[in-house]
């Protein structure tokens, strides 16, 4: 039965602030890191329980807040096979991080214990980690007591980034059975990658070296030891924005999430034209591709033109393989370029299913095809291979193969360990980019001419209250407030190629409207017609 009063003493020395609310959201907590060590140390008590409660598999605590300023911080679970915490339990989270004593604390985990059907005999199975953050430290010391107040087996991964954490979640729980998925380790999650690029890199015409901005994140030390296993023979690249050490420069001006939002390279960063740039963000788990032009203009190549390239590739590996009962798919979310949503449609010929925006509904999705490549336009996504597909391509194949199946199929058996299939990862994404460009032998330009992005804009209105607003059709569609819908309809109507949505923030207190048409005024003035029209 649980140990109230060794609860209860630990729980004392992390006291809840008081005037604050906690929500276990769709990126986890996330709030400034002077507000989190309460909610640290019962998300400790909680990754226990739902251990417990799977039998005792490990489950993954990372404390990050990815993209977000320096002085924030936050935590998120990930599930046995490396997949987001089931959102069936966020409301757990939500419900311990609130509690405003120690007693209450108390009295809400034999709530949770009771409505989750937690067997406490169970001995718990956690693995944290952290990303460079300077309140990693105390955080996830706070993580630490909350998993020993209820005597949990702990495996401390130290600074990883988020997707590393991952796959050492689903490697622990998988160790020794026959979907094993590595090795149980971060050298070990290098090797994979490493011989998978390898086998696919070798013999290619190398291409000139890709410029990679590291946030000034995890990413940085993380792609350096990377780059030690596999040598920069076959991948020749130069990290810009890699210091960890220098505070307040994580995420400032660079980083993923700044070149997408500002459409623009990090500051500081003056681009060769024609040259290829890659940007992580703060824990590695995003990663955007941009160039100049002779003119110095910049291009982005964000998740929608890393989804075009991929599902393209693919497509073209599992024909020239001969497997033509396996379906590729993409998953995409409305904000997707229509641009890119035609091209895939109409071009490559592939399915497109459109989710709610935030990973857990991209993944979920993509498991329903037998190859399902999904990436958000932030330039989160991977590539999930199904079961079925995983074990045709690991039988022995055609008994007289031609030499393009038999190439086909060996570079398809390496892309499935290529590619981190927990999560998004920009490092096993920036390598899967990379094998495909160098099979190509394509420039950023080369790969940017499968079409033109229809111009857009996303533009930020604060609101009194954001759960006002309901949206259905994967956000595509607001029910409420009454009316809106209909004079967003008003406003699209006769703008050639016009598409505009408005949906609120899972992340921050606004909601967020979206526009995009033939031209750039017209997506401007379509957008920015309604802030007016809602506020
Ligand atoms: C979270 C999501 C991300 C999404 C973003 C949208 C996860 C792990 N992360 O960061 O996928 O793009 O939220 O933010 O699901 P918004 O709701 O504020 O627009
Ligand atoms: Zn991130």
Known sequence: SLNEQVVRAASSAHPRPLNTTFAYGTAGFRANADTLDSTMFRVGLLAALRSKKLAGQHIGVMVTASHNPEQDNGVKLVDPHGEMLHSSWEQYATLLANATSDDALVTTLHHVIQATGVDLAVKANVVYGHDTRPSCRSLVRAV????????????????????????????????????????????????????????????????????????????????????????????????????????????????????????????????????????????????????????????????????????????DLVRDA??????????????????????????????????????????????????????????????????????????????????????????????????????????????LVETILLHRQWSPAQWDSAYSDLPNRLVKVLVTDRTAFVTSDAERRLDRPEGVQARIDEAVRGVEGGRSFVRPSGTEDCVRVYAEANTRQAADGASLFLPLVIT
């Open 144 to 315: 630490v007591d909350g998993l020993a107040a209820l005597d949990t087996d702990q495996v401390n991964a130290g600074l990883v980034t988020t997707p590393q954490l991952h796959y050492l979640v689903r490697c622990l729980n998988t160790q020794g059975s026959s979907d094993a998925y590595g090795e149980p380790s971060v050298e070990g999650y290098y090797h994979k990658l490493a011989a998978a690029y390898t086998t696919l890199a070798t013999g290619r015409h190398l291409l000139p070296a890709l410029t990679v901005d590291c946030a000034n994140g995890v990413g940085a030390p993380k792609l350096k030891e990377f780059l030690k296993v596999v040598g920069t023979d076959l991948l020749p690249l130069v990290t810009v924005r890699d210091t960890t050490t220098v505070a307040g420069s994580l995420n400032k001006d660079c980083g993923a999430d700044f070149v997408k939002t500002q459409q623009r390279a990090p500051r500081g960063v003056d681009l060769v034209p024609w040259q290829r740039y890659a940007s992580f963000d703060g824990d590695a788990d995003r990663i955007v591709f941009y160039y100049a032009d002779a003119e110095g203009t910049f291009h982005l190549l964000d998740g929608d033109k890393i989804a075009g390239l991929v599902a393209g590739f693919i497509l």
């Open 322 to 431: 001969g497997l033509d009962d396996v379906k590729v798919g993409v998953v995409q979310t409305a904000y997707a370029n229509g641009a890119s949503t035609k091209y895939l449609t109409e071009v490559l010929g592939v399915p497109v299913t459109c989710v709610p925006t935030g990973v857990k509904h991209l993944h979920h999705a993509a498991e329903s095809y037998d190859v399902g490549v999904y990436f958000e336009a932030n330039g989160h996504g991977t590539v999930l291979f199904s079961p079925a597909t995983l074990s045709l391509l690991s039988s022995p194949g055609p008994s007289s193969p031609t030499a393009s199946q038999s190439a086909a199929l060996s570079n398809l058996r390496a892309l499935v360990d290529l590619i981190n299939q927990t999560v998004g990862d920009a490092l096993s994404d920036l390598l």
